[in-house]
């Protein structure tokens, strides 16, 4: 990999450790400052929000500035308000919930801003599209698996405020190798209107079948991965297999280790994943199914955590050539257009899965989710076959 995709990988995987840290700091000292379950809930609540409606506005903000002064500018404001929290704390032991609401909402709207960005500048980076999308989503699944738990123990040992002082740290490092990230040249758009400039990228989507392909993929790969991040796999677990809550944490990290070990793959093989990128989406997805299936005739303890495992690895046979196909499609300069698209269908759609899926296992029962998600894989492989004319 080029020397400024490293940079961006890095920079980047130090912003989102931070960013765990935060939420779980954050969410923790809510619960405890309330000892109400409502309260400590607004904070993912509002964090989903402001993610929404920054990545819906995100093409106002790259119409002006160039997308590395956008995720340098990003950075740096959510440090100077990290920094006014803690000097807040430190004038006063407590801190007001409306305030602490108030400034989880501002960093999270700058961090949704970032996210389409580090997506669409891949591409002027990087030499090689495989090698970095690998790199980068194994340093996002690393950064979730050690995160949320790390983050937990920093602030039970340590307390809010110097747990906090650890994250504006994270957060000072990666706002400087943000900063010497090469300039990208920004496209003049003076003539193009705001509401142009807004709904550039769903006109692209509309109008190009190979995007419109992707959306529709996505929202099937959402549905279909929505029993592994929702309450439906607490339910196998305790139901079905009768573990404990602590089981469930197990899968999870198994699941996170096998996308991990995907990525790793993918990145050694990244020339064979470019050159045959329908074939492995395809065979991603029918072992994916395949796996799911297995899990739903053969439910076994120890059988669970391999496959969930296996899942997570097969994720990214599918996520890595899908990214590259997409970064493949579309101009440079409107690809952060089209990621802003995919950001905010992404969000409406994970959370409409989520609860269809809760609804379906709580009124009909866990292995009709279960089916409900192999249907949806075996449909998304017929879609990647039925378009292949398209993405090799």
């Known amino acids: 990999m080029s020397k400024d995709i490293r940079k961006l990988v890095i920079s980047q995987g130090l912003a989102n450790l931070a960013d765990v840290f935060f939420r779980v700091i954050v969410i923790a000292n809510v619960f405890v ?225 096998g996308i991990i070990l995907g990525g790793a793959i993918v990145f050694r093989l990244a020339e064979k994943v470019v050159t045959y990128k329908y074939q492995t989406m395809t065979f991603s997805l029918l072992a994916t199914a395949l796996v799911t299936l297995l899990i739903v005739l053969f439910p076994n303890p120890p059988a669970f955590l391999f496959l969930s495992l296996v899942i997570g690895f097969l994720s990214q046979i599918k996520e890595v050539p899908e990214s590259v196909f997409l970064q493949e499609s579309v101009d440079e300069k409107e690809l952060v257009n089209v990621y802003s698209v995919i950001e905010v269908v992404s969000t409406l759609a994970f959370s409409a899965s989520v609860f269809l899926m809760s609804f379906i296992t709580e009124y009909f029962g866990v292995f009709t989710s279960f089916g409900l998600t192999i249907l949806c894989l075996l449909v998304e492989s017929i879609l990647v076959l039925s378009n292949k004319h398209q993405i090799n």
């Open 33 to 257: 400052l309330s000892g109400s379950v409502i309260s400590t809930s607004l904070v993912p609540i509002l964090i989903g929000l402001s993610f929404f409606l920054a990545s819906f506005l995100v093409p106002l903000v790259t119409k002006r500035l160039a997308l590395n002064r956008v995720l340098f500018l990003t950075q740096l404001g959510k440090t100077i308000m990290l920094a006014i929290l803690l000097f807040l704390l430190k004038q006063s032991e407590t801190i007001s919930l409306p305030l602490l609401y108030a400034i989880v909402t501002l960093i999270s709207v700058l961090d949704g801003f970032a996210a389409p960005v580090s997506y669409a500048i891949v591409p002027r980076y990087a030499s090689d599209l495989a090698k970095a999308n690998a790199a980068i989503s194994m340093s996002g699944e690393s950064v979730q698996l050690v995160g949320w738990g790390l983050g937990g123990f920093l602030f039970a040992s340590l307390g809010m405020n110097p747990s906090l002082l650890i994250v504006l740290a994270l957060f000072t490092f990666s706002t400087i190798l943000m900063f010497g990230l090469p300039l990208v040249e920004k496209e003049e758009l003076s003539s193009e209107t705001n509401v142009e400039t807004l709904t550039k990228g769903w006109r692209l989507v509309a109008k190009e079948s190979r995007l419109g392909f992707i959306v529709q993929a996505n929202l099937l790969e959402i549905l279909a991965n929505a029993i592994w991040v929702s309450s439906v796999l607490l339910v196998f677990v305790t139901e079905i297999l009768h573990r404990s809550e602590s089981y469930w944490g197990y899968v999870n990290t198994s699941y996170s280790l």
